[in-house]
């Protein structure tokens, strides 16, 4: 699986998000230890609070699947170049990885593909 395969499926997923009140749809897409990959977009809430991220909505997916390990996600918004996670979805995925320093963020920049790790992203993470 590619970082251009993994954002393909970002991509579209994304069109499946349901943001009537940002207008800004988020597609994701997780590959984990396995192999396996996993899509999620985000899906809004007229209470906004509640709100569920596209990252989070693709490792829950994962999750529910069995899977533990997270080994790259790549995020796309068609409103934003280098859409990075939220923090929230940063500790997260934190939470559900080997090594932050492993863990890589896919990101679209144009045409171009940009990766960061988790530890660029969230330094200094937290651990229970
Ligand atoms: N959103 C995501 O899905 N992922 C992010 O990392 C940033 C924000 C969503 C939440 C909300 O539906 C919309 O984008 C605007 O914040």
């Not at 997916?61 to 995020?75: D, L, P, Q, S, Y």
């Not at 492993?102 to 330094?123: C, D, F, H, M």
């Amino acid at each position: 699986m590619t970082n251009e395969e993994l954002m393909q499926k970002a991509v579209d997923v994304s069109k499946n998000s349901y943001s009537p009140y940002s207008k800004f749809p988020v597609g994701a897409c997780i590959l984990t230890d396995k192999g396996n990959t996993y899509v999620g977009c985000n899906f809004e809430n007229g209470s906004l609070g509640m709100t569920i991220c596209a990252e989070r909505n693709a490792i829950g997916n994962a999750i529910a699947n069995g899977e533990r390990k997270v080994k790259a996600i790549a995020i796309y918004s068609p409103n934003q170049d280098n859409c990075t996670p939220c923090g929230a979805c940063r500790q997260v995925l934190h939470e559900f990885c080997e090594r932050d320093e492993e863990l890589e963020v896919i990101v679209k920049v144009g045409e171009e593909l940009k990766t960061y790790t988790l530890a660029q992203l969230l330094p200094e993470s937290f651990t229970l």
